[in-house]
Nanobody
Framework: QVQLVESGGGLVQAGGSLRLSCAAS????????MGWFRQAPGKEREFVAS????????SYADSVKGRFTISRDNAKNTVYLQMNSLKPEDTAVYYC???????????????????WGQGTQVTVSS
């Protein structure tokens, strides 16, 4: 069983920055791609970013490209999401998730992820 615990959310003004962290339990973290998703009230969960198992490949949603950066530290079993130039439309609950297939580069689709964190709220005021 894998547990994912997000932290770092909060309230920030538009234009500000936040850094989300997701700590994973277990010994196999380095074998799996990780992703960040978000869900705003009344909307479906959407892809934000993913990073391959090695950290060598990343993907971003168009809405966050150039503003958000995903990274990982396999020695610490942790994946990060650095969010800069935040906008009110970035307000959502942010979730980290583990890609279900080992040694893959990541996916845009929630169904390709088998473990999810509990989420952390990010609120951006205008």
């Amino acid at each position: 069983q894998v547990q994912l615990v997000e932290s770092g959310g909060g309230l920030v003004q538009a234009g500000g920055s936040l850094r989300l962290s997701c700590a994973a339990s277990g010994r196999t973290f380095s074998r799996y791609a990780m992703g960040w998703f978000r869900q705003a009230p009344g909307k479906e969960r959407e892809f934000v970013a993913s990073i391959s198992w090695s950290g060598g490949s990343t993907s971003y949603a168009d809405s966050v490209k150039g503003r958000f950066t995903i990274s990982r530290d396999n020695a610490k079993n942790t994946v990060y999401l650095q969010m800069n130039s935040l906008k009110p439309e970035d307000t959502a609950v942010y979730y980290c998730a583990r890609e279900r297939r080992p040694f893959f580069s990541g996916s845009y689709y929630p169904y390709e992820y088998d473990y999810w964190g509990q989420g952390t709220q990010v609120t951006v005021s205008s």
